[in-house]
T-cell receptor
Framework: AQSVTQPDIHITVSEGASLELRCNYS??????LFWYVQSPGQGLQLLLK??????LVQGIKGFEAEFKRSQSSFNLRKPSVHWSDAAEYFC??????????????FGKGTKLSVIP | SQTIHQWPATLVQPVGSPLSLECTVE??????LYWYRQAAGRGLQLLFY??????ISSEVPQNLSASRPQDRQFILSSKKLLLSDSGFYLC???????????FGPGTRLTVT
């Protein structure tokens, strides 16, 4: 079955440290890929997206993500984490099925805690 | 710019009572609209989506229903709530074939 996997349920990092959140997908074709962030009790905010082209994409708030087809991964990174980055992060995929479906399939999320 | 509103923000309802959650989008026309439910540790579950007025697709069979009476209005309803309907409900919109979705602030529903 097609799926999106975020292997880490909870990650804790120190403020100023680097961050990498993992996302793997199981779709055969090249999907459209997204990362969203959710602060407690809030809606989701789009951080960045990948459709095609350069496999390293830049997003808001200093985040970037790299698409690696060989590993079916789209990992999110940030070189220096700020306390305000503490939130839950969701990877999402639209399969490039061409069927006209606009649905997103979400991973179960990774909760990020930041130690001052 | 586009904005999306949801209300109420918080709702506590007894089992068996009806439900109506509303979502409206401003600043765009003919958006695709979505209802998601988020339960702790389970990510987001797509409940309904709509590509136009009166066009509703259901993803999960349940006692919830959705309607789109106007272009930028999406309503989630239930005639009789179950305990299992508790959760955080999110509305989202997207435009045409752009795929990225933009989310509202959500409604926290607690069924007691």
């Amino acid at each position: 079955a097609q799926s999106v996997t975020q292997p880490d349920i909870h990650i804790t990092v120190s403020e100023g440290a680097s961050l990498e959140l993992r996302c793997n997908y199981s779709y055969g074709a090249t999907p459209y890929l997204f990362w969203y962030v959710q602060s407690p009790g809030q809606g989701l905010q789009l951080l960045l997206k990948y459709f095609s082209g350069d496999t390293l994409v830049q997003g808001i708030k200093g985040f970037e993500a790299e698409f690696k087809r060989s590993q079916s991964s789209f990992n999110l990174r940030k070189p220096s984490v700020h306390w305000s980055d503490a939130a839950e992060y969701f990877c999402a995929v639209v399969p490039d099925s061409g069927a006209g479906s606009y649905q997103l399939t979400f991973g179960k999320g990774t909760k990020l805690s930041v130690i001052p | 710019s586009q904005t999306i509103h949801q209300w109420p923000a918080t709702l506590v309802q007894p089992v068996g009572s009806p439900l109506s959650l509303e979502c409206t989008v401003e600043g765009t026309s003919n958006p695709n609209l979505y209802w998601y439910r988020q339960a702790a540790g389970r990510g987001l579950q797509l409940l309904f989506y709509s590509v136009g007025i009166g066009q509703i697709s259901s993803e999960v069979p349940q006692n919830l229903s959705a309607s789109r009476p106007q272009d930028r209005q999406f309503i989630l309803s239930s005639k009789k709530l179950l305990l299992s309907d508790s959760g955080f409900y999110l509305c989202a919109w997207s435009k045409g074939r752009t795929y990225e979705q933009y989310f509202g602030p959500g409604t926290r529903l607690t069924v007691t």
